[in-house]
DNA sequence: TCGCATCTGATTGTATATGATCGATTCGTA
DNA sequence: TACGAATCGATCATATACAATCAGATGCGA
């Protein structure tokens, strides 16, 4: 990774969440300790983050830390091997002239990819991931009226009223920011509000999350459980961590990154 | 592998990346590290990417997520000075914060170049429009609910119970097929359904119709001249031609073409 | 086909970035 | 206050990126 990535990341990271560890910061960009500080103490030098014992924070403390998801432009960068094999895994599961849901996000971006050559009719609330339909492929394309929210990159109406009433799928894909015992959870309100009118629209649920979201919680519980059908998680994922969903009758699908998803990051 | 090649290659994955290292176009050019760098050299010199240490990165902001690139060259390429001449004069009638309906064409599409500074209300029924929109403007973006349909490009539901029923624009913006003593002309009745949707949105309609289209007719009236509010052609329709509109109580705009204008063909 | 101009890839020396180590400092806790 | 643990900054060896140079390859026009 170069040191300009780097930098975009922490800054964006530390934007998010106001605050970031350097043990943080270590795990995601896979660089030595001494590098992070220094590339912190760049940053700090120029003003651009505060410069604290243990890590990084906002030049401008938020007041709700931890509460907003990371915007798509960043979580773009992030465990994308990860996310091309859980897609690939994702793909499999579809049968042609199937119609499908895919609820935005930077993971089930990813399955779009595996989705050229099939002949769908695709529900999506996401922006890009239309956009890239329409260009790489045949499918058929509907979207929900609304506004279009940039940050998140997705369509969403503030009304009940919504085109989307009249479509009903057989699969929903969506990814999550946190998932676990408790289910599927968003840190970001506005995905939450989307999510939960997708849910509406199918019976099948799958929830694509690579390992680390295992790990990780938030304050927003979108649903349960029980509404949860399949997970893919990738390799990461250890098998303890897993139970809790098998025992709640959930299929769980672990996808392994191959050499392919490793390069793809170059193509 | 030519050194034109390789450089829009570069420029395409900084483009879709923000980021490349020379590691990266090393396996992806096939080329060698010197003329890798002299490469990024070259463009960097050229201000089309900016050179940093490791490899070359997006001169645009990182924020603005890249959207796909989307199909769109029907007749596009028709009339295009006299389509910008006519979007320029309808730039002018939009005043700032005002809410606005677009409907989606060719001519239509023209008006984007001329909203980049504003701020807006946008409710627009077409893909690309609301896709250029995203990327290079901060209006408020909405979107009906519905189908995208490949070939007009337009998003548009079958049923009734729709999202833009909750919008209303101040204006509409619509280009046409023809128009004459009739009123508007379309000649795709997906076209007409989508137009008359938009129709009862607002109260001023304006038509963006270049000079050739007041001799085109087809046949489906979508509206009559009644519900015409105002008409912006370029100065190849004769006098003549637009006294019916006038005898309608219809204002009329005759927009000029300037060297400007044609220049843009090129660019 | 020849010769010139340009492009390309390999090599070299230098500058810079990185990761490991270690002693110093700070923090939390008793 | 005293202790251990975590964090820090400095230092150094190594790895990586860089510009400059040159020889060979390639393209182009005469």
């Known amino acids: 990774m170069l040191e300009r990535e780097r930098h975009s990341l922490i800054l964006k990271l530390v934007e998010e969440r106001s605050i970031v560890s350097v043990g943080d910061l270590l795990d995601l960009l896979g660089a030595s300790e001494a590098t992070i500080r220094r590339d912190i103490n760049t940053l700090a030098e120029r003003g651009e983050v505060k410069r604290i014992r243990g890590g990084a924070e906002a030049v401008r403390p938020r007041h709700q830390p931890h509460l907003v998801g990371m915007p798509f432009s960043l979580s773009q960068d992030i465990s994308v091997p990860q996310k091309r094999a859980i897609a690939r895994a994702a793909a499999e599961l579809i049968t042609a002239g199937e119609s499908i849901i895919i609820n935005g996000g930077t993971t089930t971006f990813a399955l779009v990819e595996f989705l050229a050559e099939h002949d769908l009719d695709i529900l999506t609330n996401s922006f890009p991931i239309a956009a890239k339909l329409l260009a790489t492929s045949r499918n058929r394309i509907t979207l929900p009226g609304g506004t279009i929210f940039r940050e998140q990159n997705i369509v969403l109406s503030p009304f009940d009223n919504d085109t989307i009433e009249n479509f009903w799928g057989n699969k929903l ?95």
Do not use: H, W
């Not at 680390?212 to 349960?224: C, E, F, N, P, Y």
């Not at 994922?237 to 793809?264: M, N, R, Y």
């Open 173 to 267: 894909f969506t990814g999550c920011y946190g998932l676990n015992r408790f289910g599927i959870m968003e840190a970001d309100p506005l995905i939450v509000q989307a999510q939960t009118k997708l849910l509406k629209r199918t019976e099948d649920v799958i929830v694509m999350a690579d390992s680390s979201k295992l790990r990780q919680k938030s304050a927003m519980i979108v649903t349960g459980l029980e509404r949860i059908s399949t997970i893919i998680t990738d390799d990461g994922a250890k098998p303890e961590e897993l139970e809790v969903f098998k025992a709640a009758g959930i299929k769980v699908i672990v996808a392994s990154v191959t050499e392919d998803d490793e390069l793809q990051k170059l193509a």
